[in-house]
């Protein structure tokens, strides 16, 4: 009987021990998704942000967010970091097209899935590049401005950070139709181009001192809302308020149907930063359970907006 009782008591001990096991120690951890934003300065790439670590936690992964500051010599670092906590994935608004590009190498060497999102990055082997259709979404602008002044104007163009993709197409397809030098049927004249870095208070500081040079300003196009906003305030310290400048932005941010509310800007061109952010998480979701991949390079349209929200 004392045989038996012994039997009993160590088979059960073993399955104790094995549900403790599986309770404790046996938990699977959770994978970790990376996402490297360029500068979170800037509210717009909140709804970026916020989009990415909402599906990602709603999938079950845990999220890493790091901010580069608007500081391209902090990714390279901050991808480091991410690999020596042993990620996932990585998801990447690049702060630069080049300096990034040897940190994924070592991601993409260990085949772990990058998606870059709003901008490119010079490297092989990137999963997909998930962005705004910025060429259009320039055109969309120039159009607008058409419709909205038939017979043209002197227009100022603020462009963003040099070299990356947004500056480029946006400035790109809004030239395309409105400067003249490239399409002859323009009415319109672009008196100055200045560089406002995507960020307000460069935005403000060249407006400031182009205002000084110029009396006659019709229209000016910001590559994006926050430097739009920083016009804005530029105007209004200047006392020009009443000249009827046209002050055209580029995101869809709250800060700019605020204003286009407050008459102060008149449109915006949107991008769907929810969409990009939450179908970005997908693609690394897919690749790492089914090893599903998707297309190269996928573009999202842009529309223009200036509804009093």
Same mark, same amino acid.
């Given at each position: 009987?004392?045989? #038996?009782? &012994?039997?009993? &008591?160590?088979?059960?001990? =073993?399955?104790?021990?094995?549900?403790?096991?599986?309770?404790?120690?046996?938990?699977?951890?959770?994978?970790? =998704?990376?996402?490297?934003?360029?500068?979170?300065?800037?509210?717009? %790439?909140?709804?970026?942000?916020?989009?990415?670590?909402?599906?990602?936690?709603?999938?079950?992964?845990?999220?890493?967010?790091?901010?580069?500051?608007?500081?391209?010599?902090?990714?390279?670092?901050?991808?480091?970091?991410?690999?020596?906590?042993?990620?996932?994935?990585? #998801?990447?608004?690049?702060?630069?097209? +080049?300096?990034?590009?040897?940190?994924?190498?070592?991601?993409?060497?260990?085949?772990?899935?990058?998606?870059?999102?709003?901008? +490119?990055?010079?490297?092989?082997?990137?999963? +997909?590049?998930?962005?705004?259709?910025?060429?259009?979404?320039?055109?969309?602008?120039?159009?607008?401005?058409?419709?909205?002044?038939?017979?043209?104007?002197?227009?100022?163009?603020?462009?963003?950070? =040099?070299?990356?993709?947004?500056?480029?197409?946006?400035?790109?397809?809004?030239? +395309?139709?409105?400067?003249?030098?490239?399409?002859?049927?323009?009415? %319109?004249?672009? #008196?100055?181009?200045?560089?406002?870095?995507?960020?307000? @208070?460069?935005?403000?500081?060249?407006?400031?001192?182009?205002?000084?040079?110029?009396?006659?300003?019709?229209?000016?196009?910001?590559?994006?809302?926050?430097?739009? @906003?920083?016009?804005?305030? @530029? =105007?209004?310290?200047?006392?020009?308020?009443?000249?009827?400048?046209?002050?055209?932005?580029?995101?869809?941010?709250?800060? @700019?149907?605020?204003?286009?509310?407050?008459?102060?800007?008149?449109?915006?061109?949107?991008?769907? %930063?929810? %969409?990009?952010?939450?179908?970005?998480?997908?693609?690394?979701?897919?690749?790492?359970?089914?090893?599903?991949?998707?297309?190269?390079?996928? &573009?999202?349209?842009?529309?223009?907006?200036?509804?009093?929200?």
């Amino acid at each position: 009987m004392k045989k #038996i009782l &012994l039997v009993l &008591l160590s088979a059960l001990l =073993i399955v104790l021990a094995a549900c403790s096991n599986q309770t404790s120690g046996g938990k699977e951890e959770k994978k970790k =998704i990376a996402l490297l934003m360029a500068d979170l300065g800037n509210p717009f %790439f909140h709804v970026l942000r916020d989009a990415v670590v909402d599906q990602g936690e709603k999938l079950g992964y845990e999220m890493l967010v790091y901010d580069g500051q608007n500081d391209a010599s902090k990714q390279p670092s901050q991808i480091e970091d991410a690999l020596q906590k042993g990620v996932s994935a990585i #998801i990447i608004n690049p702060a630069d097209e +080049s300096s990034t590009a040897n940190a994924l190498k070592d991601a993409i060497a260990q085949d772990i899935p990058v998606v870059t999102v709003d901008r +490119s990055v010079k490297v092989d082997g990137v999963l +997909s590049y998930l962005v705004t259709d910025n060429l259009k979404g320039g055109k969309l602008v120039g159009e607008w401005l058409q419709k909205k002044m038939p017979e043209g104007g002197k227009v100022i163009h603020m462009q963003g950070v =040099i070299g990356t993709a947004p500056q480029r197409e946006r400035g790109g397809g809004f030239l +395309s139709v409105i400067d003249p030098k490239k399409n002859p049927n323009s009415k %319109f004249k672009v #008196i100055d181009t200045a560089v406002g870095n995507f960020s307000m @208070a460069p935005a403000e500081a060249a407006m400031s001192d182009l205002l000084s040079k110029h009396d006659d300003i019709d229209v000016v196009f910001a590559q994006n809302d926050t430097m739009a @906003a920083g016009i804005v305030r @530029a =105007i209004e310290t200047a006392g020009r308020q009443n000249d009827g400048i046209v002050v055209i932005g580029f995101d869809g941010a709250k800060e @700019a149907f605020d204003l286009i509310k407050e008459g102060k800007m008149s449109v915006t061109a949107v991008q769907d %930063f929810k %969409f990009i952010g939450s179908e970005a998480v997908n693609y690394v979701n897919d690749y790492l359970k089914d090893g599903k991949k998707p297309k190269k390079k996928v &573009l999202v349209d842009v529309y223009m907006s200036d509804e009093k929200k």
